[in-house]
């Protein structure tokens, strides 16, 4: 089984800033990407960035200038450095990992959430 864990959530004001941090764990041969979600009450649920490789990131436009996603591949984590943040950020932010169990089988996996909350 593999397991993903979500840290570093909470409640900033608008301008502030959090960093996420997302830990891959369990039986894992390798993993392909990692990422974050986030889903706001009454919205669905959208991807705000992701790291297919060291180098290679998708951020959503809503996002850029803002915040940057890093990864860790010794350790099987991945960060969300979130700056600036707004009101229009708050959400629960969900890790994601396309990972392989084994050199034959794989796996999408995801965190159980962590809740960030934007206000004054």
């Known amino acids: 089984q593999v397991q993903l864990v979500e840290s570093g959530g909470g409640l900033v004001q608008p301008g502030g800033s959090l960093r996420l941090s997302c830990k891959a764990s369990?039986?894992?041969?390798?993993?392909?990407?990692m990422g974050w979600f986030r889903q706001a009450p009454g919205k669905q649920r959208e991807l705000v960035a992701a790291?297919?490789?060291?180098?290679?990131?998708n951020l959503a436009d809503s996002v850029k200038g803002r915040f940057t996603i890093s990864r860790d591949n010794a350790k099987n984590t991945v960060y969300l450095q979130m700056n600036s943040l707004k009101p229009e950020d708050t959400a629960v932010y969900y890790c994601?990992?396309?990972?392989?169990?084994?050199?034959?089988?794989?796996?999408?996996?995801w965190g159980q959430g962590t809740q960030v909350t934007v206000s004054s």
């Open positions: 790291m297919i490789s060291g180098s290679d990131t």
């Open positions: 994601n990992a396309d990972v392989w169990i084994t050199s034959m089988n794989r796996g999408d996996y």
């Open positions: 369990g039986s894992i041969f390798s993993i392909n990407a």
